[in-house]
């Protein structure tokens, strides 16, 4: 089968994947809405199974493009995607108090898939520096860190929405305040080790490639911003005891400077970056 | 002055001073990255920047807002951040030394009851691991108490973990003082002689002047290849390394640098073409010279160059396209659109010649002859040392493993007191993830008395049975 016949199969799974994970966020939107517990097990079902097309979309990808998938836009969003939805459903699974995090964790998931599928689905070749085991890491890690932050996004959020309904029987079924609060500073601070990972791997690769590990490129910079955030955020937390809804709008702050940093980044300033995205 | 130095060695630790210091270090990248930094654009930007708004170019300059990285507030954060992460460090080894001393179970039993034995599988079940056991008899009771830990090893992580920052920081300053850095472009069939004034480009530490790398590179051949969309594919230079006497041969690629002698050499992405051409001048006199053109970033674009004929008043301005017979990087069919200019001068009416050029022909400037000699590939390559590298990849390894014990295995401490009668409490100390480990106290509260009572059961079950 040529590439062409395959980018089609590729487009109908992606779209495919789309379609399921609107499914599960229309799932959880009716069970967080309606309070209805035994709806987010439908969730979570649809975003495993729109896992499936996803992940075949993925290997097809991979198979015509002879690289992994994390050359421009289209790639990298749906890539990020997916190890975001996979990731919730780990954690769902793990910690099944935490499912309702759905909510906020697959609609931004297939938002960002989306915006990818519109993007120019062009296969792009890798130039000779984008290659090595560092750069894996350095791109698996900080799909990682992407995932771990949009579920302590989401269990922040949960946060807020049980602070404003402790007694429906639906917010009593989650964690206390106490518990969300503190899974959303876990879920941070895998994030930040995560994104720690992610800078020190790109670090050695650049070494390797260009012979210096930092150079002050803007994405390195914003980078160093977002952790130092996170960092920021670790200490007020331990040395200041910060919690509860200020810790979410802090939170919420990292939460879009991490966005700026991947996304708007490499569109706004020339990077060295930039060929990964554009 | 013994009351200044101990609000000194507050200030340092106080955590108002870290996020401080955070916050500042923070605004600086934030800064650095917005404003156009002096290490990037040339004097002539600021020149202008300077005639068009002089007041936000004077504010940004008393600031040095636009040479952040080396600014003296930027760097006194990162000297307060170096002492502050030493003191601190110092003293979490000294409070963690005097906290793990391990005195060992103490396994005097008292009790005749089996309760310790079902205590321990429910703790040991979930990782954690006894202590220490305390006996103790009052008046009213007798008591005793199990002490539980689980990941002794996170009450280092927070020590690991900035040391590791700590290491980084010191690698940078020793990068900022002591690297050597230079660009060569080296032409195929010519060797680069290790000396400071071969490279073309030099980023040297502040501590440094000079860059003589102890041997001597030879550039045997240059390959480039290209995608079907003529992005770079690979590009890999073959290199002779003459050294001590002794000659070797490597191939260099971007991603495989080559080690020689403690300095790293970098195939770098800028490379291009290397036309030579031999004037004979009129007096018999034959010059040689090679200008080196950069590859252009499109296919369906000229490789362009303007540049002096050394010791002549010719200039030279060239436009060189690999293959006249369709857009390529390759040099298959090369074709030359050279115009020079006498006097040095790109006025139109200093034109002496201008027309196409193969390979081999020869054109008259007056009274002298050109010769369009040969087409050459030439290579960028990058010579580095970088002494500190080895801290810096400690302070790696050192940092993440650190924030994975800080974070994925914070300390936790759990006392069970049981006393004559089988009555179980417990409490217990963390310092992160209290509102969790809370629930898993109570989880293991539970099933302790779920064991204990199942415990009692099978007792008095055994008491009726055997009288």
């Given amino acids: 089968m040529d590439n062409l016949h395959l980018l089609k199969y590729e487009v109908i799974f992606h779209w495919g994947a789309v379609a399921l994970y609107i499914v599960s966020t229309i799932f959880f939107a009716y069970s967080v809405s309606f309070k209805k517990t035994s709806v987010l097990k439908y969730g979570m079902f649809s975003a495993l199974a729109g896992l499936v097309p996803h992940s075949i979309a993925l290997g097809l990808r991979w198979n015509m493009a002879g690289h992994g998938p994390y050359m421009a836009k289209y790639e990298v969003l749906s890539s990020n995607a997916w190890v975001v939805i996979l990731m919730f459903i780990l954690v769902g699974w793990k910690i099944p108090r935490l499912r309702a995090a759905g909510i906020i964790v697959v609609p931004l998931s297939f938002l960002m898939m989306t915006f990818g599928l519109f993007a120019n689905p062009e296969l792009k070749k890798l130039p000779p520096a984008l290659s090595g085991v560092w750069l894996v890491i350095h791109i698996l890690f900080n799909k990682l860190a992407v995932g771990a932050i949009l579920i302590s996004l989401g269990s922040a959020v949960l946060y807020l929405l049980k602070k404003g309904n402790k007694d429906r029987e639906f917010y009593r079924k989650l964690p206390s305040l106490e518990v969300l609060d503190e899974y959303s500073y876990k879920f941070i601070a895998f994030g930040f080790i995560f994104w720690s990972i992610t800078i020190v791997a790109g670090s050695i690769w650049a070494n390797e490639a260009w012979g210096r590990y930092w150079g002050w490129d803007p994405i390195e910079t914003w980078s160093l911003i977002t952790w130092l955030l996170y960092g920021l955020f670790l200490h007020l937390r331990y040395f200041f005891k910060l919690r509860g809804v200020k810790s979410v709008y802090m939170l919420i702050a990292c939460f879009v400077v991490s966005v700026i940093t991947i996304f708007f980044i490499p569109f706004i300033i020339e990077t060295l970056h930039g060929s990964y995205f554009m | ?467």
């Avoid at chain 2, 290849?225 to 992005?231: A, G, I, L, R, V």
């Avoid at chain 2, 674009?301 to 002549?312: Q, R, V």
């Avoid at chain 2, 963390?430 to 415990?455: C, G, P, S, V």
């Fill in chain 2, 1 to 467: 002055m013994r009351s200044s130095s101990i609000r000194i060695k507050k200030f340092l630790i106080s955590p108002r001073t870290i996020i401080s210091l955070i916050m500042i270090i923070l605004i600086a990248c934030v800064a650095g990255s917005l404003i156009p930094q002096a290490a990037d654009k040339s004097p002539s930007y600021f020149e202008t920047w300077k005639e068009k708004n002089i007041y936000t170019y004077r504010f940004v300059n008393r600031l040095q807002l636009n040479r952040v990285y080396t600014s003296f507030w930027f760097l006194s954060a990162v000297f307060l951040v170096t002492v502050s992460l030493g003191y601190s460090v110092y003293l979490q080894v000294r409070r963690n030394l005097r906290q793990t001393t391990d005195h060992g179970p103490q396994t005097t039993d008292i009790f005749e009851t089996e309760a310790p034995d079902k205590i321990k599988s429910v703790f040991i079940s979930r990782g954690y691991r006894l202590l220490t056991v305390r006996n103790s008899q009052t008046s009213v009771n007798r008591e005793r108490k199990l002490i539980f830990a689980k990941n002794s090893i996170g009450r280092w992580g927070s020590v690991i973990f900035h040391s590791g920052l700590l290491l980084v920081i010191v690698s940078a300053l020793i990068a900022f003082s002591f690297q050597k850095r230079g660009f060569v472009q080296l032409i195929e069939g010519e060797t680069f002689d290790g000396r400071d004034d071969g490279f073309l480009v030099k980023n040297m530490g502040i501590l440094t002047k000079d860059f003589n790398p102890d041997f001597k590179t030879h550039l045997r051949g240059f390959r480039h290849t290209y995608w079907e969309d003529w992005q770079v594919k690979f590009v890999e230079s073959s290199l002779t390394v003459i050294s001590d006497g002794k000659t070797s041969r490597h191939m260099l690629s971007v991603n495989n640098p080559l080690v020689v002698n403690g300095t790293k050499i970098y195939q770098s992405l800028d490379y291009g073409y290397a036309l030579s051409f031999i004037l004979k001048q009129q007096s018999g006199e034959e010059i040689l010279t090679r200008f080196t053109l950069d590859r252009p970033a499109d296919v369906n674009k000229p490789a362009i160059g303007k540049s002096d004929f050394p010791t002549t008043g010719y200039l030279f301005e060239m436009k060189f396209y690999p293959d006249i017979r369709k857009p390529s990087f390759y040099p298959a069919m090369p074709i030359l659109y050279l115009t020079v200019y006498k006097n040095r001068s790109a006025d139109p009416s200093q034109i002496i010649f201008n027309g196409l050029l193969l390979p081999g022909n020869a054109v008259k400037l007056g009274e002298d002859v050109l010769y369009f000699a040969d087409i050459r590939n030439w290579s960028g390559l990058i010579f580095a040392e970088n002494p500190g590298i080895f801290i810096t990849y400690a302070g790696f390894i050192a940092g993440i493993a650190g924030a994975v014990m800080i974070f994925l295995m914070p300390y936790k401490e759990i006392h069970a007191s049981v006393d004559a009668s089988g009555n179980i409490a417990i409490d217990g100390m963390t310092k992160r993830y209290n509102a969790l480990f809370r629930e898993e106290m109570k989880e293991i509260e539970d099933e302790l008395r779920k064991d204990m009572k199942e415990a009692a059961a099978h007792q008095q079950s055994f008491v009726r049975e055997h009288g």
